[in-house]
């Protein structure tokens, strides 16, 4: 840490936390490479929409504990077909995790057309519980 940062973070006492983790996320490599989109449409409100070919509703379990929204997509379904020429879509499983401000909520979870769309709500400071998160298919 710079003699400038250390000037600037001394005035935030009780941040050591984010701080460092700010610090450890700069050196964290992505493990899986599932693509996905964090939309924020105002101050309260944000989406994450991933992409989810050939998955299907129950193979995935979305749960939110503490700051934590963990996705879980068990293996696809695979198909055998000889005439395969490429194959690129993924049929292994997919643990996915996102850190999530304290006062975020899931607010619903759908699965449209291969994307999973997870609506967050940014909601008064409370304690979290873990819960699961229905997906609704349309």
Known sequence: ?????KQIFKFYVGY????????????????TNIAFDVLKYD????????ALAGVTQDQITIEQLNNFLML???DKIKTSFEGVIH?????????QR?????NIEVDEAELVNGILK??????????KL?????????
């Open 16 to 31: 050591d936390d984010i701080f460092n983790e700010i610090k450890n996320l700069s050196n964290i490599k992505t493990q």
């Open 87 to 95: 194959k690129g879509i993924r049929t292994n499983s997919v643990k």
């Open 72 to 74: 879980d997509v068990k």
């Open 1 to 5: 840490m710079s003699l400038e940062q």
């Open 118 to 127: 997870i609506k967050l709500h940014k909601k008064e400071m409370k304690t």
């Open 43 to 50: 101050d309260n409100n944000y989406e994450i929409n991933i």
């Open 98 to 102: 996102f850190r999530l401000e304290q």
């Open 130 to 138: 873990k819960r699961e998160i229905e997906i609704i298919e349309e």
